[in-house]
């Protein structure tokens, strides 16, 4: 048998991670692939249920009198936070349709790939979901100019806690 050749510098960091994690908590390349699938999915259980949350929220809204009077950017907002949640709580469910399909395939490295490229984008719609309702929300309660900016300053708010600090602490603590 030919040993496995990898020119590529991802392969070279993942072999380098693998033996990191052998040396410092016992682990072979497949233990680490079923933790690192775990934690996504103890993660996506805190995001899928604020998307749930929101989207019976937003459900619910287009029901009441109130919504009636709603102007176009309003509903325009609405119809927007609707899909983007709906969108969000797709990817964030994702990853366990993606399991049921590749069940014993053998492809763990690329569950664990998958479900964190679906993580990433479904976090990322649902903060657009979270900010449009609140967008809907705040124009209602404060106006539109006043809604717009303090929506505006919430958006800035998540993108740095959920983007911004880690990339930079990412970029900190390179290896």
Not at 86 to 108: D, E, G, S, T
Not at 117 to 135: E, I, K, N, Q, V
């Amino acid at each position: 048998m030919q040993p496995i050749v990898r020119d590529d510098p991802v392969d070279h960091r993942v072999d380098q991670h693998d033996r990191w994690n052998y040396a410092v908590r016992g682990e072979s390349p497949i233990q680490r692939l079923d933790r690192n699938y775990n934690e996504i999915l103890q993660e996506l259980r805190v995001a899928q249920t604020g998307v749930q949350l929101l989207l019976a929220f937003l459900l619910t809204v287009a029901f009441t009198p109130r919504f009636a009077t709603f102007t176009d950017f309003q509903r325009n907002t609405y119809v927007a936070s609707l899909v983007l949640g709906a969108a969000a709580n797709c990817l964030l469910i994702a990853p366990a349709a993606f399991h049921r399909m590749v069940f014993r395939r053998r492809l763990k490295s690329v569950l664990v790939r998958m479900s964190n490229r679906f993580a990433l984008c479904g976090l990322g719609l649902l903060m657009l979901a979270l900010t449009s309702a609140l967008l809907l929300i705040l124009t209602v309660v404060l106006g539109t100019n006043l809604g717009t900016w303090v929506t505006g300053c919430a958006l800035a708010w998540f993108v740095f806690f959920w983007y911004v600090l880690p990339l930079w602490t990412r970029l900190r603590h390179r290896r």
